[in-house]
T-cell receptor, first 115, second 111 residues
Framework: GAGVSQSPSNKVTEKGKDVELRCDPISGHTALYWYRQSLGQGLEFLIYFQGNSAPDKSGLPSDRFSAERTGGSVSTLTIQRTQQEDSAVYLC?????????????FGEGSWLTVV | GEDVEQSLFLSVREGDSSVINCTYTDSSSTYLYWYKQEPGAGLQLLTYIFSNMDMKQDQRLTVLLNKKDKHLSLRIADTQTGDSAIYFCAVPRGGSYIPTFGRGTSLIVHP
């Protein structure tokens, strides 16, 4: 497809387990973002990748969260030893170099429920 | 860091105009954005405004920017039931490419 693709779309996991969430950005987009949306909350920035530069990890809430982007394309967000407060929708977005208005394009999200 | 504030709910009658307001703290942003999120879906860009503009009109949508007061608004003319969604204001922080989002305004359109 032409849009940002995220998988899984839904994930239920037990507290203490590790989870991996995947994001396939739009082809050719150089920038990639992860945000988290909790119930009743706005979007919380997690991490930003731009080309080959060091990622901006300033939004990661704890050292249980990490993300990587391989080959400048696909990204994986990993949450170790999940806690119930990690339950949220994890949204990925991407942006091309020099987009009109610096617009970013979102995927539909991965809904994570920790039980 | 950037702080973006929005009211949480707005209820309007079908056919009326809706005005969704947003205030922010960082004045160095080049662009300011409005996104729409329908139930169970991701965020869709509605429109954006360049910081040197006061107003932008796009069909039923009008964006007003008051840089002095750091106030952004989105007006939807002739609001329809299909406009019911959550609307997010987004402002890039510190001149970066990382938008900070408000908590979103839930727009409810009733007949």
């Amino acid at each position: 497809g032409a849009g940002v693709s995220q998988s899984p779309s839904n994930k239920v996991t037990e507290k203490g387990k590790d989870v991996e969430l995947r994001c396939d950005p739009i082809s050719g987009h150089t920038a990639l973002y992860w945000y988290r949306q909790s119930l009743g909350q706005g979007l919380e920035f997690l991490i930003y990748f731009q080309g080959n530069s060091a990622p901006d990890k300033s939004g990661l809430p704890s050292d249980r969260f990490s993300a990587e982007r391989t080959g400048g394309s696909v990204s994986t967000l990993t949450i170790q030893r999940t806690q119930q407060e990690d339950s949220a929708v994890y949204l990925c977005a991407s942006k091309p170099q020099g987009s009109s208005g610096n617009t970013i394009y979102f995927g539909e999200g991965s809904w994570l429920t920790v039980v | 860091g950037e702080d973006v504030e929005q009211s949480l709910f707005l209820s309007v009658r079908e056919g009326d105009s809706s005005v969704i307001n947003c205030t922010y703290t960082d004045s160095s942003s080049t662009y300011l954005y409005w996104y729409k999120q329908e139930p169970g879906a991701g965020l869709q860009l509605l429109t954006y405004i360049f910081s040197n503009m006061d107003m932008k009109q796009d069909q039923r949508l009008t964006v007003l920017l008051n840089k002095k007061d750091k106030h952004l608004s989105l007006r939807i003319a002739d609001t329809q039931t299909g406009d019911s969604a959550i609307y997010f204001c987004a402002v890039p922080r510190g001149g970066s490419y990382i938008p900070t989002f408000g908590r979103g305004t839930s727009l409810i359109v009733h007949p």
